[in-house]
C-alpha cells in the first residue's frame, strides 16, 4: 500500500532520512514550474527551488498537515515576495522582458493529434501568454499561474496568498483584463 504524504513525512521525522524522496519526485515538476513562471529566469528558479526545499525540510516538523503541495507553494511564495523586494530597488523599468521561459506544449498537446503548423502557432501563442504574464503585478501572476498551470482551487490559493477568497477572485479577474488587453492585438477574437 502506498503511503501518504503525512505518513512518509512522519517517517522522516522518525529518522527514514529516504521517506521524502517519494514525495519530492511527487512534487518537484508542479513547483519548479510554478517558481520558473514567477521568477525572472532559469537561474532565479533554481535558486528558489532549492531553497524551498531546504527550508521545507529544515522546518517539516512544523507542517500541521493538509496539502503538503499547498504548504510547499506557500513557501515559495514569500520566498519570492522576499527576493522581488529585495530585488525592486534595482528594478529599472526599462529592462527587457526575458523570452527564455516557454510552456512545453509537447506534454501539453498529443502530437499526433496536431499538424505542426498548430504545434507552431501553440507555441507561439504559449510564448506571447509567457510575455503578458510579466507585466501583471506578482500576486495577480501568482494567482492565474496557480489556478490556470496548478488547477488549484481559488481557496487554496488564498490561503497561500493569505488573503481573501473574494481578493483572489478580484486578483484572477484584474489578471484575466490585462491579459486580454496585452493580447488583443495579436489575438483580435479575444
Same mark, same amino acid.
Given at each position: 500500500? =502506498?503511503?501518504? /504524504?503525512?505518513?512518509?513525512?512522519?517517517?522522516?521525522?522518525?529518522?527514514?532520512?529516504?521517506?521524502?524522496?517519494?514525495?519530492?519526485?511527487?512534487?518537484?515538476?508542479?513547483?519548479?514550474? %510554478?517558481?520558473?513562471?514567477?521568477?525572472?529566469?532559469?537561474?532565479? +528558479?533554481? /535558486?528558489? %527551488?532549492?531553497?524551498?526545499? $531546504?527550508? +521545507?525540510?529544515? *522546518?517539516?516538523?512544523?507542517?500541521?498537515?493538509?496539502? $503538503?503541495?499547498?504548504?510547499? %507553494?506557500?513557501?515559495?511564495?514569500?520566498? @519570492?515576495?522576499?527576493? &522581488?523586494?529585495? *530585488?525592486?530597488?534595482?528594478?529599472? $523599468?526599462?529592462?527587457?522582458? *526575458?523570452? /527564455?521561459?516557454?510552456?512545453? %506544449?509537447?506534454?501539453? @498537446?498529443?502530437?499526433?493529434?496536431?499538424?505542426?503548423?498548430?504545434?507552431?502557432?501553440?507555441?507561439?501563442?504559449?510564448?506571447?501568454?509567457?510575455?503578458?504574464?510579466?507585466?501583471?503585478?506578482?500576486?495577480?501572476?501568482?494567482?492565474?499561474?496557480?489556478?490556470?498551470? =496548478?488547477?488549484?482551487?481559488?481557496? =487554496?490559493? +488564498?490561503?497561500?496568498?493569505?488573503?481573501?477568497?473574494?481578493?483572489?477572485? +478580484?486578483?484572477?479577474?484584474? &489578471?484575466?483584463?490585462?491579459?486580454?488587453?496585452?493580447?488583443?492585438?495579436? $489575438?483580435?477574437?479575444?
Amino acid at each position: 500500500m =502506498e503511503k501518504n /504524504d503525512q505518513d512518509l513525512i512522519n517517517d522522516y521525522i522518525n529518522g527514514d532520512i529516504n521517506a521524502l524522496e517519494p514525495i519530492i519526485d511527487k512534487y518537484k515538476n508542479p513547483l519548479y514550474s %510554478f517558481i520558473l513562471k514567477m521568477t525572472e529566469g532559469k537561474d532565479d +528558479a533554481d /535558486d528558489i %527551488f532549492q531553497e524551498v526545499w $531546504f527550508k +521545507a525540510i529544515k *522546518n517539516i516538523k512544523k507542517f500541521k498537515g493538509g496539502s $503538503f503541495i499547498s504548504w510547499l %507553494f506557500r513557501i515559495s511564495h514569500n520566498l @519570492i515576495i522576499d527576493r &522581488a523586494r529585495k *530585488n525592486w530597488r534595482n528594478t529599472s $523599468f526599462h529592462q527587457k522582458i *526575458n523570452n /527564455d521561459q516557454s510552456i512545453n %506544449f509537447e506534454e501539453k @498537446i498529443p502530437a499526433n493529434d496536431i499538424s505542426l503548423r498548430q504545434e507552431i502557432d501553440a507555441k507561439i501563442i504559449g510564448n506571447k501568454i509567457e510575455i503578458a504574464l510579466k507585466v501583471l503585478s506578482l500576486k495577480q501572476r501568482e494567482v492565474f499561474i496557480l489556478r490556470m498551470y =496548478e488547477q488549484m482551487s481559488f481557496k =487554496e490559493i +488564498a490561503r497561500i496568498q493569505k488573503c481573501s477568497i473574494n481578493t483572489c477572485l +478580484a486578483r484572477m479577474q484584474y &489578471a484575466l483584463n490585462k491579459m486580454k488587453e496585452i493580447l488583443k492585438k495579436d $489575438f483580435s477574437e479575444l
